[in-house]
C-alpha cells in the first residue's frame, strides 16, 4: 500500500489528539505537517494542545505546526448565531454544564516546541503549489477555515491535492444543534467552498463515527500498552467516555467516538468505513435553525453534481483492532 503524505488540519481537543498520534506512528502515513485552527477552543489553546502531543511523540523538529485562523471566515457576521464557546457547554435536564471538548490538555506538560512564524493558509497554498500534483492529502478534522481560505487565495490547489479526508457532517446523526454536527456549524461558508472545490473529498460523519466507539474496557487495555502514546490515547478517551455518557450516550453508554482519529485511520484501512456511496453533499448557510446542516443526497438523480463519498457507517472491531495495532507498532 502506498504511503500517504498528509497535512493534517486538527482543532485539538482530545479526538484530534488521537488522530495526530495515530497519523505520526503509522508507518502507512507520512505526516508532512500540521496545521491548527479555532474550533474545540480558540486557535492558542488547540495550537497549545497540538504541539504538546508533539512533543510528547517526540516529533517537533520534523513535524512543523503551523497556526490557522482565529475564527471562521464570514459566519460570525450574522448576528446571534454562535454561541461561541460557551454554546459548546450543554447541559441535561438544566445540571450543570460541562464541555464536550477537551479544554487544555493537562496531562500532558505545557510544550517547549514552538509553533512556526508562517501561518496555515500560506503554508497551504506554498506547499501544495510547489509540490507535484497528487503529492499531498489534507485531512481537516475541524472547522475548514483554513482550507477554505487557501482556496479563495489560490484555487489552483484544488486540483493539486491528491484528494481530501475530512471529519465532519452527518445526515442521520448531528450534536452541535439539532441540525448540524460542530466542524460544519463552525464554518458553514467555509464547509460549502471545501465541500465544492472539485477536488476528490471524502466526508467522515458522525453516522460512521458514532458507529466506531471505544469503550472503557478497551481504555484498560490501551493502559496496558504502557507507552506514552497509548497512556494518552487512553487517558482522550477516558475523558470523552465520561462527557459522552452523560451529555450524548451512545448505544454501550461506557463508550465514545474518536472522530477525528477514525478519519485518519480510512487512511491507512480503507475498510474502517463502510457504505461508502458518492453522493451530493451541501451546507445549510442560511443562518437559521439549519444553520450548518449537511444536506446530504443520495438519490441516483440529483439535482447538482455528486461531490463527496459520504460514509454512512464504519466497522467499529476493525477500528478499533487498528488503533491497537497502530499503537503497537505494528501498522
Ligand atoms: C468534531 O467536533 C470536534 O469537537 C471534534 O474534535 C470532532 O472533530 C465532532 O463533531
Ligand atoms: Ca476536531
Not at 459566519?75 to 441535561?92: E, I, M
Not at 438544566?94 to 477537551?102: D, I, L, N, P
Not at 508562517?118 to 475548514?144: I, Q, S
Request: glycine share 6%.
Amino acid at each position: 500500500m502506498a504511503i500517504e503524505k498528509i497535512i493534517l488540519d486538527v482543532d485539538t481537543g482530545s479526538d484530534d489528539a488521537v488522530a495526530i498520534i495515530c497519523a505520526a506512528l503509522s508507518s502507512k502515513i507520512e505526516l508532512h505537517s500540521i496545521c491548527t485552527v479555532w474550533g474545540n477552543r480558540p486557535l492558542s489553546q488547540t495550537t497549545e494542545n497540538t504541539l504538546r502531543v508533539v512533543d510528547m511523540l517526540g516529533i517537533g523538529e520534523s513535524v512543523k505546526v503551523y497556526p490557522g485562523c482565529e475564527t471562521s471566515m464570514v459566519s460570525t457576521l450574522l448576528q446571534n448565531r454562535r454561541g461561541g464557546y460557551d454554546g459548546q457547554r450543554k447541559s441535561v435536564n438544566g445540571g450543570e454544564k460541562v464541555s464536550m471538548h477537551q479544554e487544555t490538555i493537562d496531562e500532558l506538560p505545557p510544550s517547549h516546541t514552538k509553533a512556526q512564524e508562517k501561518r496555515a493558509v500560506m503554508h497551504y497554498v506554498e506547499t501544495l503549489m510547489n509540490g507535484a500534483d497528487g503529492e499531498f492529502t489534507l485531512v481537516p478534522v475541524g472547522p475548514l477555515t483554513n482550507i477554505a481560505m487557501a482556496l479563495r487565495v489560490e484555487p489552483r490547489i484544488a486540483k493539486k491535492v491528491k484528494q481530501i479526508v475530512l471529519m465532519g457532517g452527518g445526515c442521520r446523526r448531528t450534536n452541535s444543534t439539532a441540525a448540524a454536527e460542530f466542524n460544519i456549524w463552525g464554518d458553514p461558508e467555509a464547509a460549502q467552498i471545501v465541500m465544492n472545490c472539485g477536488a476528490k473529498i471524502t466526508v467522515v460523519p458522525l453516522d460512521a463515527t458514532h458507529n466506531a466507539c471505544i469503550n472503557s474496557d478497551e481504555v484498560e487495555e490501551l493502559y496496558k500498552l504502557g507507552t506514552p502514546a497509548a497512556t494518552c490515547v487512553a487517558d482522550m478517551v477516558k475523558h470523552r467516555i465520561a462527557a459522552y455518557s452523560y451529555l450524548q450516550p451512545m448505544a454501550r453508554l461506557d463508550s465514545a467516538p474518536i472522530h477525528d482519529a477514525l478519519a485518519v485511520c480510512s487512511l491507512i484501512d480503507p475498510a474502517v468505513l463502510k457504505d461508502v456511496r458518492l453522493v451530493r453533499c451541501d451546507v445549510d448557510i442560511s443562518g437559521g435553525i439549519a444553520d450548518g446542516q449537511t444536506i446530504v443526497d443520495p438519490r441516483a438523480y440529483t439535482d447538482l453534481p455528486k461531490n463527496v463519498d459520504f460514509a454512512f457507517d464504519a466497522d467499529r472491531d476493525r477500528f478499533s483492532a487498528l488503533l491497537f495495532s497502530i499503537l503497537r507498532g505494528e501498522n
